[in-house]
Nanobody, 124 residues
Framework: QVQLVESGGGLVQTGGSLRLSCAAS????????MGWFRQAPGKEREFVAA????????YYADSVKGRFTISRDNAKNTVYLQMASLKPEDTAVYYC?????????????????WGQGTQVTVSS
């Protein structure tokens, strides 16, 4: 089992920045692909970003490319999502996910473990 706990959400103005953290415990964190997804009110959960266990490969949704950066610190069992130039449409609950074998990084079913989510609200 892998337990994931997100933190760092909050209220920020348009154009502001936030850094989300996801702390993992349980099984070896190092070999998991880590992803961030988000779900806005009335919408389906969608892919935001992902990073392979080596940290050498990162992936982003087109809507956040150039504004968000995903990174990980395997020594700390933590993955981060640095968000900049935030827009009101980024408002959502952000979820961290871990998958041992993830081929299609944007597919939720390929992730084995999920956190409870952290709310990000961007005011206009």
């Amino acid at each position: 089992q892998v337990q994931l706990v997100e933190s760092g959400g909050g209220l920020v103005q348009t154009g502001g920045s936030l850094r989300l953290s996801c702390a993992a415990s349980g099984r070896t964190f190092n070999y998991y692909t880590m992803g961030w997804f988000r779900q806005a009110p009335g919408k389906e959960r969608e892919f935001v970003a992902a990073i392979r266990w080596t940290g050498g490969s990162t992936y982003y949704a087109d809507s956040v490319k150039g504004r968000f950066t995903i990174s990980r610190d395997n020594a700390k069992n933590t993955v981060y999502l640095q968000m900049a130039s935030l827009k009101p449409e980024d408002t959502a609950v952000y979820y961290c996910a871990a998958g041992r074998v993830v081929i299609n990084i944007a597919t939720m079913l390929e992730y084995d473990y999920w956190g409870q989510g952290t709310q990000v609200t961007v005011s206009s």
